[in-house]
């Protein structure tokens, strides 16, 4: 019912030139609970820890997919990060809900990443924005037909703004 996660390394320093690496201390930790064979509940912390004083960086956070009668999902995570001079606006987050049957799909997701989430050991694809989607679909199956076996008739929706609400 659990699947657990650890992982720890240390980099030694470098000097490249004039530049000097220093030595870091690196960690990932996860631990999950599964409650069925499709619904899970996690939690997830990074750590890195440099050998310069003050220098380091955290991200944890949980996360979770939650199925019903095989047809109702959500799907969420909220992450924070810490890193010396930012402070404020350190979170990343999801919300997704989505009906899925046989015929007919409708979903909606919620993404927003602030301006100070600073995930060093992951990576993000936009800083400081929001994006809201959606999702509609109808896929009849033609059960009499040799050549066709279904149609999609689909519309999806997504909008980004910016951290100042410009869309982007």
Aim: zero cysteines; hydrophobic letters at 30%; aromatic letters at 14%.
């Amino acid at each position: 019912k659990y699947d657990t996660g650890f992982l720890a390394m240390k980099t030694e320093s470098l000097n490249v030139g004039t530049r000097s690496i220093p030595a870091n201390n690196y960690l990932v930790s996860r631990v999950k609970r599964t409650f069925s064979t499709s619904s899970w509940l996690g939690g997830i912390v990074t750590n890195r820890d440099s050998t310069v004083p003050g220098d380091f960086n955290r991200v944890y956070g949980a996360d979770g997919h939650f199925q019903f009668y095989d047809r109702l999902e959500f799907d969420s995570y909220l992450l924070k990060s810490e890193t010396p001079g930012k402070s404020g606006k350190d979170q990343a987050r999801r919300f997704q809900t989505a009906w899925r049957d046989d015929e007919f799909v409708a979903s909606a997701e919620y993404n927003a990443v602030q301006t100070n989430f600073n995930p060093e050991m992951g990576f993000i694809r936009r800083r400081d924005n929001t994006q809201y989607g959606s999702e509609v679909s109808w896929e009849p199956r033609l059960r009499k037909s040799r050549t066709i076996r279904n149609l999609i008739f689909s519309t999806s929706m997504d909008y980004y703004a910016s951290g100042l609400g410009k869309v982007e």
